[in-house]
């Protein structure tokens, strides 16, 4: 059975770091593209960062560029999001996803981590 499952959400407050963990199962994330998206409420699910980790390939969304880093550990089959200097409009819910291909949207999701970045 495919499943990923998000750990690390929580609240912080603007300026501060959380980081989120995304463990695969069912498949071998060397396989796949990665990504991590993320909800507001009442917004669409939008793109944040993936990664091809066989070929050590990232892509960021403009609005976390220099402050959010993408890796994976393929030993372990986990993803990593590492959020720095966050802002209040990256509280969301964030997604992980894997996809067949690099530019594609995912195909399987994981249920979700909140994060709320608050004063």
């Known amino acids: 059975q495919v499943q990923l499952a998000e750990y690390g959400g929580g609240s912080v407050q603007p300026g501060g770091s959380l980081k989120l963990s995304c463990v695969a199962s069912g498949f071998s994330i060397s396989g796949y593209t990665m990504n991590w998206f993320r909800q507001a409420p009442g917004e669409e699910r939008e793109f944040v960062a993936r990664?091809?980790?066989?070929?050590?390939?990232?892509d960021y969304a403009n609005s976390v560029k220099g402050r959010f880093t993408i890796s994976g550990d393929n030993a372990e089959n986990t993803v990593y999001l590492e959020m720095n200097n966050l802002k209040a409009e990256d509280t969301a819910v964030y997604y992980c996803?894997?996809?067949?291909?690099?530019?594609?949207?995912?195909?399987?999701w994981g249920s979700g981590a909140p994060v709320i970045v608050s004063s």
């Open positions: 996803g894997a996809a067949a291909s690099y530019s594609s949207r995912p195909t399987y």
């Open positions: 990664i091809f980790t066989t070929g050590s390939v990232t």
